[in-house]
């Protein structure tokens, strides 16, 4: 449809139900019924239509608006049942086929204030939060998810490409929530248990945790290697400062943070499943951490195309809601006049 023609008519050119026409013809099926009490035939009575159309108690003048506007009214109802849409022209979405999930430790230890976000020290949570957001808003074509794992682990957003959401979420995790201690194992098996819910041609995990495994059902090589065996690649970081500068009454001194960080395992976690170990002592080692991340799983891919999608059909059934009132209210008015003569 030209889309001149297509904005005058309140901006449609398909339509979803073409075979919703075929009503039109009903209410000349409805006057070819047998009238009830006629020969004792069975009749059909549609009262709102028999109320609608009689003109018989209305004045010569009034008959002929009130069924024009019945006719366009009927016409009008017939045309949003047919559900007119307009459909945009056609839009390429990359798609690339990799399920990524992020494994983030929000564990007691992750409140340590190490690190130093905009001239400030922030917590080691509320860093990753500020560059795992940029990262995953980045990955158009991915679907990602998102795990939150301390004493427990839980799936905070499914799989989806529904990046606002999965953005939100990273950014209304709270320390503590899922417990004051650390479940990599656990972490590591839902992540599993998730994908092979789904079939994807590529699937990546991110696990970041400042500690160790402390607690949990799954042994956290035991879950690599089924990972490695399912083709997980899996890639760790660790985060938190070595050091940390204390400043008190008695002057300053330095404080080791990251005594629990257990590298060796996250580096074999990494080796097991084909993906590489990454150090974070700062916020900047995390953006350049995130940086290496998209190089190493690229965003290319084929597009897929898709056309939006907009439904028009108030439109007329606006325009006939308001015929039907202005019948009903000619009626009224029409019967008025005749009582009074």
Same mark, same amino acid.
């Given at each position: 449809?030209?889309?001149?023609?297509s904005?005058?008519?309140?901006?449609?050119?398909?339509?979803?139900?073409?075979w @919703?026409? !075929?009503?039109?013809? *009903?209410?000349?099926? +409805?006057?070819?019924?047998?009238?009830?009490?006629?020969? #004792?035939?069975? $009749?059909?009575?549609?009262?709102?239509?028999a109320?609608?159309?009689?003109?018989r108690?209305?004045?010569?003048?009034?008959?002929?608006?009130?069924?024009?506007?019945?006719i366009?009214?009927?016409?009008?109802?017939?045309?949003a049942?047919?559900?007119?849409?307009?459909?945009?022209?056609?839009?390429?979405?990359?798609?690339?086929?990799?399920?990524?999930?992020?494994?983030?430790?929000?564990?007691?230890s992750?409140?340590?204030?190490?690190?130093v976000?905009?001239?400030?020290?922030?917590t080691?949570l509320?860093?990753?939060? @500020?560059v !795992?957001?940029e990262? *995953?808003?980045?990955? +158009?074509?991915?679907?990602l998810?998102?795990?939150?794992? #301390?004493?427990q $682990?839980?799936?905070?957003?499914?799989?989806?490409?529904?990046?606002e959401?999965?953005l939100t979420?990273?950014d209304e995790?709270?320390?503590?929530?899922?417990?004051?201690?650390?479940?990599?194992?656990d972490?590591?098996?839902?992540?599993?248990?998730?994908?092979?819910?789904?079939?994807?041609e590529?699937r990546?995990?991110?696990?970041?945790?400042?500690?160790?495994?402390?607690?949990?059902?799954?042994?956290?090589?035991?879950?690599?290697r089924?990972?490695?065996?399912?083709?997980?690649?899996v890639?760790?970081?660790?985060?938190?400062?070595?050091?940390?500068?204390l400043?008190?009454?008695?002057?300053?001194?330095?404080?080791?943070?990251?005594?629990?960080?257990?590298?060796?395992?996250l580096?074999e976690?990494a080796?097991?499943?084909?993906?590489?170990?990454?150090?974070a002592?700062?916020l900047?080692d995390?953006?350049?951490?995130?940086a290496?991340?998209?190089?190493?799983?690229?965003?290319t891919?084929?597009p897929?195309?898709?056309?939006?999608?907009?439904?028009r059909?108030?439109w007329?059934l606006?325009i006939?809601?308001?015929l039907v009132?202005?019948v009903?209210?000619?009626?009224?008015?029409?019967?008025?006049?005749?009582?009074?003569?």
């Amino acid at each position: 449809m030209d889309s001149g023609l297509s904005w005058l008519l309140f901006g449609w050119n398909e339509f979803a139900w073409p075979w @919703a026409f !075929a009503a039109v013809l *009903l209410p000349l099926l +409805v006057r070819l019924l047998p009238k009830a009490g006629q020969s #004792g035939a069975a $009749a059909l009575r549609v009262p709102f239509y028999a109320a609608v159309v009689s003109s018989r108690q209305l004045s010569g003048t009034a008959r002929w608006p009130v069924r024009l506007l019945v006719i366009f009214a009927w016409l009008l109802l017939v045309l949003a049942a047919a559900r007119p849409q307009h459909v945009g022209e056609q839009v390429e979405l990359p798609v690339s086929g990799r399920d990524l999930l992020m494994a983030m430790d929000i564990s007691g230890s992750m409140r340590q204030d190490d690190m130093v976000f905009q001239g400030r020290r922030v917590t080691r949570l509320s860093a990753v939060k @500020a560059v !795992a957001g940029e990262f *995953l808003s980045r990955r +158009v074509g991915d679907r990602l998810g998102l795990i939150l794992f #301390g004493t427990q $682990a839980y799936l905070q957003t499914p799989l989806t490409f529904d990046r606002e959401t999965i953005l939100t979420l990273l950014d209304e995790a709270q320390i503590g929530l899922a417990g004051q201690e650390t479940a990599i194992g656990d972490a590591m098996g839902l992540a599993l248990k998730h994908l092979q819910q789904v079939d994807s041609e590529q699937r990546v995990l991110i696990l970041l945790t400042d500690g160790a495994n402390t607690t949990g059902s799954v042994e956290p090589l035991e879950a690599a290697r089924l990972a490695a065996s399912e083709g997980l690649t899996v890639y760790t970081i660790g985060i938190g400062a070595d050091q940390q500068q204390l400043n008190s009454l008695f002057g300053s001194r330095l404080r080791n943070t990251l005594a629990d960080l257990d590298e060796p395992t996250l580096q074999e976690i990494a080796a097991l499943t084909g993906g590489q170990y990454f150090r974070a002592r700062s916020l900047a080692d995390l953006q350049s951490i995130y940086a290496r991340l998209d190089s190493l799983e690229p965003v290319t891919s084929e597009p897929e195309v898709f056309r939006p999608v907009s439904e028009r059909y108030y439109w007329p059934l606006g325009i006939a809601l308001i015929l039907v009132i202005s019948v009903m209210l000619l009626q009224v008015r029409g019967k008025g006049v005749g009582d009074a003569g």
